[in-house]
Nanobody, 122 residues
Framework: QLQASGGGLVQAGGSLKLVCVAP????????VGWFRQALGKDREFVAS????????AYAVSVKDRFTISRDDTKNTVYLQMDSLKPEDTAVYYC?????????????????WGQGTLVTVSS
């Protein structure tokens, strides 16, 4: 089970850093992604990173504001979120794929954690 944390309430323009810790069996050799789901909306891709940080991908809406990274020695993936906007408000989920390559497709991810709520006030 992946464990996501770091959410909270922040004002627009502020920053948060999300943390995802995964069991080694779901982390090693696999890409990890962050997704989010706002109230009443579908879950959407945010960012992903391949095994050993080989490649990253970002949704257009967060590119240049969010940064994904991973520490393979700690089975941990981070999502640094800067210049937050009210439209970034959502429950954020981390997930690991069955393969090493970064992917924007939700269907590539098979292991999910519980979400962490991010609320950005205007």
């Amino acid at each position: 089970q992946l464990q996501a944390s770091g959410g909270g309430l922040v004002q627009a323009g502020g920053s948060l850093k999300l943390v995802c810790v995964a069991p080694r069996r779901t982390f090693s050799n696999n890409a990890v992604g962050w997704f989010r789901q706002a109230l009443g909306k579908d879950r959407e891709f945010v960012a992903s990173v391949g095994w050993r940080g080989g490649s990253t991908a970002y949704a257009v809406s967060v590119k240049d504001r969010f940064t994904i990274s991973r520490d393979d020695t700690k089975n941990t993936v981070y999502l640094q979120m800067d210049s937050l906007k009210p439209e970034d408000t959502a429950v954020y989920y981390c997930a690991s794929a069955r393969g090493p390559y970064s992917s924007t497709s939700i269907s590539a991810y098979h292991y999910w954690g519980q979400g962490t709520l991010v609320t950005v006030s205007s």
